[in-house]
């Protein structure tokens, strides 16, 4: 993509709610959350209900918040550093292709390793392919708009090779190795996509509670700007540099700057979502 484009206005497209990506059948173990009583506990002493499921809303958060981010952020962080390392290679661009595919695999079977239940698992592949195909269909250039570059072309071969590999079940297409690639594709700072990334996980689960009805609309977006935006730069501000450690020396004593989840009972009830006797949600 041209380095002189407005970083603004594509974040401006990826922060559209109305963007096909599939967010909106997942409340990231929410549903479960609710379920299983948690709402209503999570703060005994708040006067009425309604405040209670506010503040049982933002617990919610902050620890998904927490956990997501020290989990999948550091795969976001990689797979966009990847990326940008294809951009700045000059090689033959099978040579460029096959070396770059080859790291984004690791990261993805790691994270797959890493991901500990099945709920996740399926919300977190059925997300990433969605952003693949965005890429290609929705954020590539449309022929006879004008002449792509290489590198516009080689990235649009990049991903189309990708999504093909997780088509035909070669490799997983998680969320956060996904959106690494995408905003790598797109020229967004490595920065930005890291906090749009954690921004759109805690509007997501907002939105997940106003479908379940436990806030209304207004709340959600007093929420947003309240009591969530602090949660995520505190995230993203404690997490931003944290790496795999895949592409790195291995015998580093660092395992504390390495992915990790930090919530076990957000584990265990994303776990019992299919056990629900009745839910809206796919995690």
Not at 36 to 65: E, N, P, W, Y
Not at 127 to 146: D, E, I, N, R
Not at 151 to 156: E, P, R, Y
Not at 244 to 265: V, Y
């Amino acid at each position: 993509m041209d380095t002189g484009f407005d970083e603004t206005y594509v974040l401006l497209l990826l922060a559209d709610s109305n963007l096909p990506t599939g967010s909106f059948v997942a409340s990231s173990g929410f549903e479960s959350y609710g379920t299983h009583g948690f709402l209503s506990i999570s703060c005994a002493s708040s006067a009425g209900k309604g405040r209670a499921a506010t503040a049982g809303t933002v617990d919610f958060i902050q620890d998904s918040l927490h956990t997501y981010a020290r989990s999948a952020l550091p795969f976001v962080s990689d797979a966009h550093r990847t990326v940008d390392a294809f951009k700045d290679l000059k090689g033959k661009p099978e040579i460029e292709h096959h070396a770059t595919i080859k790291k984004l695999l690791e990261l993805d079977e790691l994270y797959e390793t890493m991901t500990l239940n099945h709920v996740a698992k399926r919300a977190s592949k059925a997300q990433g392919v969605a952003l693949l195909t965005l890429y290609t269909k929705g954020f590539s250039c449309p022929s006879g708009l004008g002449d792509e570059d290489r590198l516009s072309k080689n990235l649009a071969v990049l991903i189309d090779r990708l999504k093909l590999m997780v088509r035909g079940e070669e490799t997983h297409g998680h969320l956060p190795v996904c959106w690494g690639v995408l905003t790598g594709a797109l020229g967004i700072s490595l920065l930005r996509a890291q906090h749009l990334f954690l921004f759109l996980h805690a509007r997501s689960l907002l939105s997940s509670a106003v479908r379940l009805n436990t806030i209304g609309p207004y709340s959600s977006q007093q929420l947003l700007l309240h009591s969530v935006r602090p949660l995520v730069e505190a995230e993203v501000s404690q997490n931003k540099d944290m790496r795999t450690g895949i592409f790195m020396d291995m015998h580093r004593n660092d395992a504390d700057n390495r992915p990790a989840t930090t919530w076990p009972l957000g584990e265990i009830l994303a776990v019992r979502h299919d056990l629900q006797h009745s839910r809206i949600f796919n995690s």
